[in-house]
């Protein structure tokens, strides 16, 4: 998903970038997410910390088995996410 229209940045971007170690300011100075009308600040701010170290999104290949994903407050939130659940549950 696109979190920066501005600077197309996506989600997944961000959070290969918080992955590698990065802070919320220094993946805004690398990718100029939240540089311009500043819209995407608090999606962008939610996606890293969903992605620091000690909170995961997602464990693609887990050897251990599935687990849970974590997703950023404003996803949960979102229009689109409360549709889709209901349209799987249907």
Not at 4 to 15: H, L, N, P, T
Not at 43 to 61: M, W
């Amino acid at each position: 998903m696109i979190v920066c229209v501005c600077r197309r940045v996506s989600d997944r971007e961000i959070a290969r970038h918080v992955r590698a170690g990065m802070t919320f300011d220094e993946v805004q100075f690398e990718l100029g997410v939240a540089t311009q009308c500043g819209q995407c600040e608090g999606c962008a701010r939610d996606i890293v910390a969903q992605c620091s170290a000690s909170h995961p999104v997602a464990a693609l290949h887990c050897e251990s088995g599935p687990r849970a994903i974590q997703l950023a407050n404003s996803i949960k939130e979102s229009k689109a996410w409360n549709s889709s659940r209901h349209s799987a549950a249907a």
